[in-house]
């Protein structure tokens, strides 16, 4: 049983081997940004919304609300980068119950670069709402003391989430295995569903985590969150 898409060679381009977790990684971003284009294609007041652009909406809804809840000044800016990471890592996971498709995030090149990601959007989200000089305090506070405490836990919350995510698909994907060989024909059904309620959860913690980290990052020290949103 192989334990990673990286493993496998999906095509070849000009000599160049895409393994499944590039390839995969391609699909879903093609599906998602076609899924898109066709349910807002005719986002106009005058034109009614149908059930697939009622759906959408509900969702962004529902991720703006879970964000505002954590920071209630997080920037539209904190939607669409938190919203994506949820709708990659949940629509990776979904995608699992068709066959021959492996989630590229079962792959841990893909978790480390989901979680880089998160490591580079911290610091920017908080050089934005403090300063590049009101953000660097942070790092020595309460004391100069804790300056390399506090760029260690840094680098460490990057990869508690890359392992955390690759950790929690790659053994779902292990135990499914597992049981299929066992018996065949009963366990698919359920390890299909628990197999996405598990993603779905997984792209929930990740997406909020990267929530609570940049709400940390762009606080003003020593003033209480305001409940003006940011427009």
Known sequence: MELTP???TLFTVWGLDINETVGFTWIVMFLLTLTSII?????????PPNRW????????????????EISPRASRHVLYFSGTLFLFIAFSNLLLVVPG???PTASLSTTAALALSVLIAVPLFGITRQG??????????PSVVMLPFNII????????LAIRLY???????VIAGILLSVAPFFFPVVMDVLGL???????YIFAILATVYISSATATAGKPPSKEKDK
Not at 39 to 47: E, G, K, M, Q
Not at 153 to 160: A, D, K, L, M, V
């Open 167 to 173: 950790g929690n698909v790659m053994s779902g994907a």
């Open 153 to 160: 836990s840094e680098f460490s919350r990057g990869i508690s």
């Open 6 to 8: 990286d493993e496998t």
């Open 197 to 203: 309620l598990t993603g779905l959860i997984q792209a």
């Open 53 to 68: 652009r009622t759906t959408l909406e509900v969702i962004v809804t529902a991720i703006q609300s879970q964000i505002e």
């Open 101 to 103: 498709f492996a989630p």
């Open 132 to 141: 590049i000089g009101g953000y660097l305090k942070t790092y020595v506070q």
């Open 39 to 47: 349910i807002t294609r005719n986002l106009r007041p005058d034109v």
